[in-house]
């Protein structure tokens, strides 16, 4: 039931609209509004409300789906019961939560308090920082383990993958640490473990795989997959599946097959890619191979291309005309070396046709276009899959091979962290790309296949207008909501419950 009262301050009387309610079976007002001044509630029935004198956008949809998920994952809670009892104000949970959510959204901490009801002292840098650095190795594996549980009971278990991403490392100089290993979901890449481990050998990526297998299993869990880059394709350990990549010119074979040896991968999953299934002997033994075709990157791979023809050619041109004018001081072979360091970029060399004439040294070249489509035709778009996975549908394949790249781009797109202590700052960006990928397979549960970039793109379309009108003698008026929503947009909304965190 609603109701206008007024409220005498200063011998003006001000109107408040007053909405009353029964709290404990007695009457009780449970929210007002201000309205104004009789001429202010005159003037908008006139028509002639005032204008607003400022606006202002602050974060909405990105800020409060991540919070909501970071809640929904209790992460404050378990940090709190691995570090036990506190007597802080903010507890070590609370500081952690907060340092992801900033992690991920690259946020100030001024614009996040309208929606992140915390104390005043969870935002102070200096407290989170003596706060995190409580989280010693043990306490930092054990809230892990815990984390990795929520999100197994989240998405349901099931086999694991493996993945070797160089973004997720701490600061190599410290230790020589310069990789990071990640037991990630099949489903979705969502991060469950990681471990820290030199790279540059496959005999020490294959013992980081075993270990995070190890620890996979223990959770009830069997079945895991190490994921390999092009020309590192030897499977881990016998109780280790592999998904890896091979280089396209170590199987010319392989390349003489034509576009209509290639078949449609799952057009609703992956459109545009084809695949041929196949196998070929890889080092002695023979394995399932599958060569993959995107138009998506083979478009991407010609404009690549095209660009580092264009500078070949701009350079080409200047030595040419440096010869033709006589200013060129150095000798035939330091010429042909020149020419040598220009044309040695992928594929080029196979296109530009150069000939260097002598007495007096003229530069003459041109593109062989035959050339230029055979290379097109042979590697643009394409990429050489090695597994043992026999079994695997090869839409699973592919997108177990893509893991790598969708989790390396996630962690490029997170905002940086203090510089220290650096394995926490570690701990932060992977609890910040488990959170992240938490919310795209959400999303895509609901029938939103969105990347990371562009579900945070549409999130972060939805923003809170905050409308200040001027001062009639009591306090300025404020009123907020929302930008109007485009539909993949509000059924973001919905997925992620912002309706919540929405003003009212």
Known sequence: MGSIIGKRRGGRTYYYYAESGRVNGRPRIVGQRYLGTAEDVAGSLGGSAAEPERTRQLPFGDVAAVWRTIRSLDLAGIVDGVIGRQRSAVSVGTHLALAVLERVVGTDSGELTHLIRAPEQAWEQGRSRRALRRLDPERRQRIEQAVS????ERIGGGSALVVDVPQATID???DGLSGSALLVSRDGAIPLSSQDHRRGGDERYAAV????A???RAGGSAEVTAVFDAGAHAGPSPDVGFVGGLLLTDHPELLAYTAGARTAVD???????????TRAVVDGVSRRVVLTHSETLHAAQARGFAQALNQAARRLDGLAEALAAGTYRHSRDQALAEVARITRVRWVERVLVTSLEANPMRLRWHVDEAARARVAEEFFGKQLLVTDRDGWPVAELVTAYRARYHLESTFARLAEGPAEPAEVQRMISVLAVTVLHVMRHEAERAGLDLSVRELFEQLGGIREVVLRYPSTGGRPRTRRLLTELTEPQRRLFEVFGLAGFAPR
């Open 214 to 216: 190890e620890r996979h």
């Open 209 to 212: 795989a075993g270990r995070l």
């Open 149 to 152: 549980a929520a999100v197994r």
């Open 172 to 174: 190599a100089s410290a």
């Open 267 to 277: 057009e609703r999953r992956l459109p545009g890619l084809t695949a041929l299934d």
